[in-house]
């Protein structure tokens, strides 16, 4: 359901789901990338029709629960109302029933002092429209949020809480240079992530973007040339319940056949081993061997830092760009490439895996090895 205030570019289709997406404030453009990227995969339609940090809305083939598998979107969902403050009347927004999961509370935000009233009002409608109330523990919310002269209204599904879990303290392997789990969530959805598909990752290190591609719904594999590095990304793949594999191979000669997609935080400085070659040496290698991996439409999300140079191949583009802001002193810059003509005399064996060569060792683990 969707009631305009004002006539916007981009009114839903029939068929289509206007998602009202609420970014993070400190990587706004990295949020708005990976939910339109996850709604590609999920629905195959992912268009921005509008982006007003905090705030941007993406026209979707279905509705996808962004805020629960986004690293940089807090919370997301079906837009209601879109209009100027001027329009906005809580009391007259919606006439008949509100397609609206109860126990569902109300929410303002942005309308400074008169907020608890705007959102006393959108409690009332929903009384009237027969939801059932819970403040506590809503499985819904109907929420008002202004930004600037625009307010828009949307049926939002509460995450608080969602990364508690997945605090990197928890995990029994740690590494000074260890990905924060809401940045390698990001990787993997860039990567248009398939459901049931594999995902690989081929410099896995501790397996975090390997966890991360668990929960959005991917078989994940790793590869790492360090011993130490895969037995430890199998411990917290363990402690995770992952049902994924880890092998001990080198990823300038990746011992795998297909996958479907995938992510990667390259190795760089003093706290990563990158073997005696160069970031642009590893990053030209692995862009080099994705028409090998993936299949013709598949997409790879590799992160490197600010000054590494893209790399280039044939049957490879490079799709987006984002530049992440670590601290002061270190910027990510994550590079987006999809296959454009796959190689298809590559092997195709099962989960992706194929025997190992000379420079790979038996993979070290996955469901069987637990």
Known sequence: MFIEGTQISGRPSEGSVLLLVRLSGDDPLLGLGEARALCEARTGVADVVEISPPVGLLRCGGEVDLGALCGFVPESGPLVWRGSVDEFDPRGLVAGPLAIDGPAKADAEGFGRASPEVARELGELLIRAGVPIDVRRPRSILKALRVGDSVYVAVIRPHRGKWRSRDLRLRPFRHPSMLEPRLARALVNLSRPVVGGVLLDPFSGTGGVLLEGEVVGCLPVGVDLDWRMARGALRNASWAGSIGGIIRGDARALPVGRADCAASDLPYGR????????????????????????????????????????????????????????????????????????????????????????????????????
């Open 271 to 370: 706290m990563s081993s990158s073997h005696g070659s160069s970031t642009e040496e590893l990053l030209s290698a692995v862009v080099g061997q994705l028409p090998r991996i993936l299949r013709t439409g598949g997409y790879a999300a590799l992160m490197v830092r600010e000054r590494v140079r893209p790399a280039s191949a044939e049957g490879v583009e490079l799709l987006e760009t984002y530049l992440h802001r670590v601290h002061d002193a270190l910027t990510r810059k994550i590079l987006v490439y999809r296959v454009t003509g796959a190689d298809d005399r590559a092997d195709v064996p099962g989960h992706g895996l194929r025997v190992p060569g000379p420079r790979q060792e038996a993979a070290v683990g996955g469901p069987q090895a637990r």
